[in-house]
């Protein structure tokens, strides 16, 4: 495959498939050697356009799959295929017509044993469409139904609470997550202290939604997380015994 190694010529044209699809269709139709063109991360054409929100796109997508050579099933240096980036960052539209029509056999997942959902969860949503993307996921391909963690046990709520992604529709929709522990025994509680972002926006709600902060995993407990972080100064405080009755924020 041509590998695009310079990076102005990268962001110009894939940034057209989120703003332009129609014009990248003209110009692969023009140039089929374009279909197979891959980003220094391995991610195609089609990787770009299922991660926009372009109106055009759910029209275009097919016709995209259907020129010869269109790489469905190609993988970025992640592993994650077109469907895993239209679940992160597209629109419900793109991620049904993948679905569809991207002869995806089962449940795809990437080299670290993450499928759709979990992509899904990394980012924050609209509340809207995104509560419609999980309602999808969930009834149309089951995802985080059958096997759901991680090559690591890591759950979609785990990846969402490490990386401020969309904690709140995961606990208002699939509320059993918070419980559940990776390899290590750590629950998404743990995961958002060791990581230290968005606890101002993330940690309330995985509280109200049963968190436990004294519990212990391999690597320690909540509090300890929370100091490897530097976090430990106002949201220690908070999880103690002298709990205020709001987040310090």
């Known amino acids: 495959m041509t590998d695009l190694t310079k990076l102005e010529d990268i962001l110009p044209l894939y940034r057209l498939c989120l703003g332009n699809p129609a014009e990248v269709l003209a110009m ?76 995806h056999a089962r449940l795809p997942r990437d080299t670290i044993g993450r499928d759709i959902m979990h992509w899904f969860a990394h980012a924050r949503q609209d509340s809207f469409a995104g509560s419609q993307k999980l309602e999808f996921m969930t009834s149309q391909m089951a995802a985080g139904l059958d096997g759901r963690e991680d090559r690591h046990g890591g759950t979609p709520l785990h990846w969402a609470s490490a990386f401020g992604g969309e904690v709140g529709i995961l606990v208002e929709k699939m509320p059993e997550l918070v419980h559940e522990v990776d390899d290590r025994g750590a629950t998404a509680l743990h995961w958002m202290a060791g990581s230290g972002i968005s606890l101002d926006i993330n940690l309330p709600l995985l509280l109200d939604a049963g968190a436990d902060p004294d519990a212990a995993c391999h690597d320690g407990t909540v509090i300890d997380q929370l100091i490897r972080s530097d976090q430990q100064e106002t949201w220690v405080r908070y999880l103690t015994g002298n709990r205020p009755s709001s987040p310090p924020f």
């Open 28 to 103: 692969v139709k023009g140039n089929p050697d374009a279909i197979t063109w891959t980003a220094l991360d391995g991610s195609t054409l089609l990787h770009w356009m299922a991660a926009g929100n372009h109106p055009d796109c759910p029209g275009i997508i097919p016709e995209f799959l259907g020129l010869e050579g269109s790489l469905t099933l190609n993988k970025d240096q992640s592993g994650a295929l077109p469907i895993h980036w239209a679940a992160r960052w597209g629109s419900l539209e793109n991620l049904v017509c993948l679905a569809r029509f991207g002869n």
